[in-house]
């Protein structure tokens, strides 16, 4: 048969955000593809050197629309460490509970958006229906569903009451139940097991050698996780499980995703039994000292890198932000070749897209 | 002469069926909404979107032939309505004839082939790849389901629909002898709708809109009607023949039993779209010509068998 160039976005019903693809086929082989980034670029690194520290935050949380939250707190802690102060306990507790439930609800989405695309749209309506629950919590705790400006530079603008705790653990073991039928689901259901399993496997190598992090590097083998491997509070005092599995195809990313889930919910239940009373801000001063750092945080997706220049003044003189989807686009041509066309969007969805993310 | 236009326009013809078709419709996106924690369309919803479709605008790429592709979706709306009226509803079918269910399986394979047409004529990247994919499909369940089709026609002695279906009063309903039957033809009646799970033809997210990408206005409109129509006719066929038809002392206690029996076929359908993945193509085929054929071949040896 003859090639053919099918042009996937930067429009199309497969993709939630712009992001363009041209892919040559042949029948309904996959011969490669080509990627263009881009779309959703808008120089936020350079808008964030002409605003102070505190502008910048609402700026910053606004880099991505599910993982609002890891952004903020990844660049307070970025701040705070060129300050050189140690935020309250609690707060860091709070930071880390709204870390989670953002986990759940960006996992969620993801499982949620792999089952249409496998053509299961109950289980996609099943899942963004439990999202809700990790969004009501966050609604609930915060003011906003998407961004909810939790974190300030010193501390977090929020506290918890009891109402709140018996609210969230309530919502919490349901959540759960759910999680698990969830699990249930991809690990029986032999029509969703025959479109995930064995399609485009990854190997251990591939994802090193290309810096591949997250769920997709947890997939295949690779066994790393901020959160553990460079600890920063509140999980250096938690015990948490890292989920790793050798397939490296569709099924194990869907695997580790939804073992997350259930490990998150688990990480909110004991971050609320062990939340440490105390003040939840400090104040601090208006101009960061002069000096640069790095800091990394684990956001839904995988390692987010964030380097920091003051030069003494209240803006920042360079933000650099390095977010995990970029490095998964990068694996995504040589996903790419030797599949089916019915599995491009099984490919797409494994990398769990970021575009607003990726471009800034 | 009125008599005969009261059959064509009203019942069991075109009138009847297109409410029959949106219908259905209802009932099936209702059930989905049910299975899926939603509210779902209120009951004109079907009909509202006709409607709607039909006061759109009707476009069509520049290099697409206009003429073919407005004369195939009434090509397969005047197949499907055609099939229908040799298919007895509620017992009755009044151009009924030896032979008619060859005739009703050729006709309702006319729009699938419209379908692979109007993937063609209308030039889009997507229409062709949905085009050729229903091809590969029809060929994938339609040699089973006329294998198994045949197992009722040999069981009640004739080819023709309506006596299948007198036979049963004798012997009792088929699907008692076929129960393997009964679940090939509706995989084989899920497959020729291109419904969920064997969607493949039109997956969203693989090929957009499939073969009706490009379609829109009135075109569509009767393309959506088509899909419809030949649902329920498909419906009304495997109750024919694998449920029969039981004249009873009170008519409209036998009438109920009819539209129960066809509710059941589109519980079945709905669930089936509800809680199954979409095949991949290859996956289709190896389905088709690895498991049903030889299972609608075991199915037909049992019919001869017991014949003898």
Excluded at chain 1, 254 to 268: A, D, G, K, M
Excluded at chain 2, 13 to 24: A, K, R, S, V, Y
Excluded at chain 2, 128 to 153: D, K, M, N, W
Excluded at chain 2, 232 to 242: K, N, P, Q, S
Aim: glycine fraction near 8%; charged fraction near 20%; include cysteine.
């Amino acid at each position: 048969m003859d090639k053919i160039s099918i042009p996937i976005g930067p429009q199309h019903p497969l993709l939630k955000e712009p992001l363009s693809m041209k892919i040559d086929i042949s029948g309904e082989k996959v011969l490669g593809g080509s990627l263009r980034l881009g779309y959703v670029h808008r120089g936020i690194e350079r808008l964030a050197q002409q605003r102070t520290y505190v502008q910048d935050l609402y700026l910053i949380e606004r880099i991505c629309g599910i993982c609002s939250h890891i952004h903020t707190t990844t660049f307070c802690r970025a701040v705070e460490a060129l300050l050189g102060i140690e935020i309250p306990p609690r707060a860091q507790y709070i930071r880390g509970l709204m870390c989670e439930l953002e986990r759940i609800h960006s996992h969620l989405l993801w499982l949620g958006i792999i089952a249409k695309h496998i053509g299961l749209d109950t289980i996609f309506m099943h899942t963004w229906h439990d999202r809700e629950m990790s969004l009501d919590i966050m609604e609930e705790i915060s003011g906003g569903r998407v961004l909810h400006a939790v974190n300030q530079i010193g501390g977090v603008r929020i506290d918890l009451d009891q109402e709140h705790y018996e609210m969230i653990r309530r919502i919490l073991k349901k959540l759960h139940s759910q999680v698990e039928g969830l699990l249930d689901v991809f690990e029986t259901e032999p029509a969703a097991m025959a479109r995930t399993k064995g399609v485009a496997p990854l190997s251990t190598e591939l994802i090193k050698s290309y810096g591949v992090v997250g769920p997709i590097a947890r997939a295949s083998g690779v066994n790393f996780d901020i959160r553990r491997d460079d600890p920063y509070p509140p999980y250096d005092q938690i015990d948490f499980k890292v989920i790793t599995h050798s397939g490296g195809d569709a099924w194990a990313r869907t695997f580790v995703r939804v073992e997350e889930t259930r490990e998150s919910v688990n990480l909110c239940e004991s971050i609320l039994d062990n939340m440490p009373d105390g003040e939840v801000s400090v104040r601090v001063p208006r101009r960061v000292p002069e000096g640069e750092v790095i800091v990394r945080s684990e956001a839904p997706r995988g390692e987010l890198f964030y380097y920091l220049r003051s030069d003494g003044s209240d803006k920042p003189a360079r933000l650099k932000v390095r977010t995990p989807t970029l490095s998964a686009l990068s694996l995504l041509p040589i996903q790419l070749s030797a599949i089916n066309v019915a599995d491009i969007p099984v490919v797409l969805a494994g990398v769990d897209l970021c575009v607003a993310c990726a471009d800034r | 002469m009125i008599r005969s236009l009261f059959y064509l326009f009203v019942f069991p013809g075109f009138i009847f069926q297109i409410i029959c078709g949106l219908t259905f419709e209802w009932i099936d996106r209702k059930l989905l909404a049910r299975f899926q924690r939603r509210v779902g369309p209120p009951w004109y919803q079907p009909l509202a979107d006709l409607i709607k479709l039909f006061s759109k605008e009707d476009l069509l790429p520049e290099r697409a032939n206009d003429a073919v592709a407005a004369l195939l979706p009434l090509i397969s709306l005047s197949a499907v309505l055609t099939a229908g009226l040799y298919i007895p509803v509620a017992g009755f079918s009044p151009y009924s004839f030896e032979g008619d269910l060859i005739v009703v399986i050729f006709l309702m394979s006319v729009p699938t082939l419209a379908y692979y047409l109007a993937g063609i004529v209308s030039v889009g990247i997507y229409s062709i790849l949905g085009g050729g994919r229903s091809l590969l499909q029809f060929f994938s369940y339609e040699v089973p389901l006329l294998i198994t089709l045949s197992g009722p026609a040999i069981l009640g002695g004739s080819w023709s629909v309506a006596e299948i279906m007198h036979a049963q009063v004798e012997l009792g309903p088929f699907i008692i002898y076929q129960p393997l039957g009964f679940i090939l033809a509706v995989v084989g009646l899920i497959g020729k709708l291109k419904r969920d799970p064997l969607d493949i033809p039109k997956a969203t997210s693989e090929v957009v809109g499939g073969s009706l990408t490009e379609f829109s206005g009135v075109k569509l409109g009767i393309w959506h009607l088509v899909m419809n129509v030949q649902a329920v006719v498909g419906i009304f066929l495997l109750v024919d023949l694998y449920f029969g038809w039981t004249k009873l002392a009170n008519p409209l206690t036998s009438v109920s039993i009819f539209i129960i029996e066809s509710l059941i076929i589109a519980f079945t359908l709905s669930v089936t779209s509800a809680i199954f993945a979409r095949l991949r193509i290859d996956q289709l085929a190896g389905l088709g010509w690895k498991v049903l054929v030889p299972l609608a071949l075991l199915q037909l040896g049992f019919v001869i068998l017991m014949g003898v």
